[in-house]
T-cell receptor, first 111, second 116 residues
């Protein structure tokens, strides 16, 4: 079945450091891909998405590119802030519109 | 934008009692809603798909009689945890696809259930 694999955390960075969180997927066809963020004590928020190969999703300085050839959707940000500390989930939407989530990666940004 | 609410946000109940959690789409209609369970520091596990006017579809391993789902209207789905036990303590989250044709899902803020 479809699945999502993302790097284990926690990831600890200093403020203004470069961030990469790896995400790869296994799916039949070409699913839509998403990154969700969960701040402490809150629900999930959509961060960005890409619906087809080579699409780049971007929001709040975060970017991810849908790479069909490597089945990847890595999340990047050039300069993280303390306020970016959260748990990040990579997900795909399968053919029945269900979201399949990766295990989540906790990011801690220190001042 | 599309907003999904959940009620209550937190609930504490005693073992053996039942708890109902509501999920509402506030400004759009949702013929389908999804219920997830999130364990501490873990990912979301899809429990079931709630279908308006028909039975819910449960994922493998989820007890139908334990987690009763009712999709009473186009804006409301309820999850009832019956005869709750401490191991049912978790964070329950619902989501609903938007109605703009892009299949983006909107998540409720979650309900933290603690069974004592």
């Amino acid at each position: 079945g479809d699945s999502v694999t993302q790097m284990e955390g926690p990831v600890t960075l200093s403020e203004e450091a470069f961030l990469t969180i790896n995400c790869t997927y296994t799916a039949t066809g070409y699913p839509s891909l998403f990154w969700y963020v969960q701040y402490p004590g809150e629900g999930l928020q959509l961060l960005l998405k890409a619906t087809k190969a080579d699409d780049k999703g971007s929001n709040k300085g975060f970017e991810a590119t849908y790479r069909k050839e490597t089945t990847s959707f890595h999340l990047e940000k050039g300069s993280v802030q303390v306020s970016d500390s959260a748990v990040y989930f990579c997900a795909l939407m399968d053919s029945s519109y269900k979201l399949i989530f990766g295990s989540g990666t906790r990011l801690l940004v220190r001042p | 934008g599309a907003v999904v609410s959940q009620h209550p946000s937190r609930v504490i109940c005693k073992s053996g009692t039942s708890v109902k959690i509501e999920c509402r789409s506030l400004d759009f209609q949702a013929t389908t809603m999804f219920w997830y369970r999130q364990f501490p520091k873990q990912s979301l596990m899809l429990m079931a798909t709630s279908n308006e006017g028909s039975k819910a579809t449960y994922e493998q391993g989820v007890e139908k009689d334990k987690f009763l789902i009712n999709h009473a209207s186009l804006t409301l789905s309820t999850l009832t945890v019956t005869s709750a036990h401490p191991e049912d303590s978790s964070f329950y989250i619902c989501s609903a696809p938007g109605d703009r044709g892009d299949y983006e899902q909107y998540f409720g803020p979650g309900t933290r259930l603690t069974v004592t």
